[in-house]
């Protein structure tokens, strides 16, 4: 969810003034490897090819069409509101805190896991002054078993200075499990912005 210049992943280090916005060669293979194995999850989470039907269900403007789906496109709105809420110092622990203890941010060229490795990398980009990261989901899904489920949505990344503001937009797609006591937990989070006009 790092990157500063077309990547893949939801921004957070915002981008430099000067920097290419054409992903490169290695970045691009990673995007499509990344955007494979997330289309392949969804695809497995939502039943495709079994013989057994599994609930699916699609939230767009916040009509949910299930009520199992519900609670996690919940979750995913308050790890937003979370996020947006604390003091910008905190907001590497508030994001690492929505991980499960196994939980992977997915950056190019690498994946860093574990809370205190995501809440490191995090505060680092979302502890800038002026820098704000918003989200909201707009489409999920649940596994028949009902412990398992994705979200994914539009976001905007936001880096205000006296001199300027700059955004970027994307969408990004978070794999979550629900822990024994209940509540949703993200089990991997990854993103790819807009394409360049």
């Known amino acids: 969810m790092f990157y500063s210049s077309g990547t893949f992943g939801r921004p957070v280090f915002p981008a430099r003034k000067g920097t290419a916005m054409t992903p490169t060669r290695s970045v691009r293979a990673a995007l499509r490897q990344t955007v494979l ?8 989470l939502s039943g495709a090819g079994c013989g057994d039907p ?3 269900a699609v939230d767009h403007d916040n009509q949910t069409k ?3 789906l519900a609670p996690l496109l919940a979750a995913d709105r308050a790890f937003a509101a979370d996020v947006a809420r604390a003091a910008p ?3 590497g622990r508030i994001w690492s805190s929505w991980f499960a203890p196994d ?3 997915f950056l ?3 994946v860093v896991a574990g809370h205190e490795a995501i809440a490191a990398l995090m505060t680092s980009g979302l502890a800038s002054p002026g820098y704000t990261l918003t989200w909201a989901p ?5 596994a028949g078993g009902g412990d398992f489920g994705w979200t994914s949505g539009r976001y ?3 880096n205000a200075t006296p001199a300027d503001t700059t955004s970027t937009f994307g969408r990004y797609l978070t794999l979550w499990e629900k822990q024994p006591d209940g509540t949703w937990k993200a089990v991997l989070d990854t993103g790819v912005p807009d394409p360049a006009e």
């Open 37 to 44: 194995a997330g289309f392949m999850l969804v695809l497995s």
């Open 54 to 56: 599994v609930p699916q």
């Open 66 to 68: 299930s009520a199992p």
């Open 89 to 91: 110092g905190e907001r």
């Open 103 to 105: 939980g992977k941010q």
């Open 108 to 110: 190019p060229g690498r």
């Open 138 to 142: 707009d489409m999920g899904g649940i």
């Open 156 to 158: 905007e990344s936001r």
